[in-house]
């Protein structure tokens, strides 16, 4: 990207990652662009929406200057537009944001504010919920990772490995850069692994105050996530396959002792999503034939 293109370089830059999402977008985007910290850009990459995603956002486009709308050609994939947001930032500090996504309008100010006064973190979130619910830190994942080395942290964080309300945190956008799982080609877990990555370079806070408000409206609310990313039958036995290998990789450093628990715990992940995934088909299969036998009767 040329920098020279937009000469002002914000101080934060939030990358809003969208796929057919008309129904929720306006309410998402009013949130960001009602945020009391004005000095931010919005990137928006679509996913070569087929609704009217692209009028929405080019109708935003053209009242606000802090927002660069991207519209790929074709479907580019989840993880791939992750990156594409991420690639097009400028400020110092990111933040990732969905389509169906509501933050409290003094999110970046408070958040921003308690980065910039302690160095050591690398990460600052607010208190996280999904649509409907009450904050949970712990189901959510948004306790602060206070710890002093990065082997503390990483332990701490791997055990919210089921949510993961810390990838939608504001960071610095420098330590994310090198983290291996933003190049990565998308798999059940994969924001839990950046995580992890950023775990081991710098604490996470969670603050008392604002909140975010996670929609049910992507893949991880369809109930389609196992099928979405199953690519053999590797994948039916050990769902978590990819995430387990990171971070077995991840912990090669660590004391024999993490290194026994962080085993169980990816045999305990893998056995749990085995248990769900199962379920999910069976909900689904029985959904199916459902559905079949009505059509079966109505054409009788």
């Not at 408000?213 to 053999?232: E, H, M, Q, T, W």
Request: hydrophobic share 40%; with cysteine; net charge positive.
């Amino acid at each position: 990207m040329n920098n020279n293109l937009f000469p002002s370089v914000p101080t934060v830059s939030i990358g809003l990652f969208i796929y057919n999402a008309e129904k929720t977008l306006r309410a998402a985007i009013d949130s960001i662009l009602d945020q009391s910290f004005k000095d931010f850009e919005l990137v928006i990459s679509d996913n070569a929406s087929t609704d009217d995603t692209e009028k929405i956002c080019r109708e935003y486009a053209q009242k606000d200057s802090r927002i660069r709308y991207i519209r790929q050609q074709t479907n580019q994939g989840a993880s791939r537009n992750l990156q594409i947001v991420f690639d097009e930032a400028r400020g110092e500090y990111f933040m990732w944001a969905a389509h169906d996504d509501i933050r409290s309008l003094d999110f970046l100010e408070l958040n921003l504010k308690f980065l910039q006064s302690h160095p050591d973190y690398v990460a600052s979130t607010s208190p996280v919920m999904s649509e409907g619910n009450a904050p949970d830190p712990i189901g959510m994942a948004d306790i602060s990772l206070d710890q002093e080395t990065g082997e503390e942290r990483f332990l701490a964080c791997l055990v919210t490995w089921r949510a993961c309300g810390r990838f939608y945190s504001l960071m610095r956008r420098q330590p994310i850069e090198t983290c291996k799982a933003l190049r990565s080609e998308g798999y059940v877990g994969s924001d839990t692994t950046l995580i992890l990555e950023l775990a081991m370079k710098g604490k996470f806070k969670r603050l008392e105050q604002g909140y975010v408000v996670l929609g049910r409206g992507g893949i991880s609310g369809s109930g389609n996530l196992f099928r979405a990313y199953r690519k053999s039958i590797r994948h039916w036995l050990f769902p978590m396959y990819e995430l387990g290998a990171d971070v077995w990789a991840q912990s090669a450093s660590f004391s024999l002792r993490s290194r026994i628990w962080i085993a169980q715990m990816i045999a305990t992940m893998n056995l749990m999503t085995f248990l769900h995934q199962f379920k999910l088909e069976i909900v689904w299969w029985i959904k199916r034939k459902r559905a079949k036998l009505g059509l079966d009767r109505q054409g009788r």
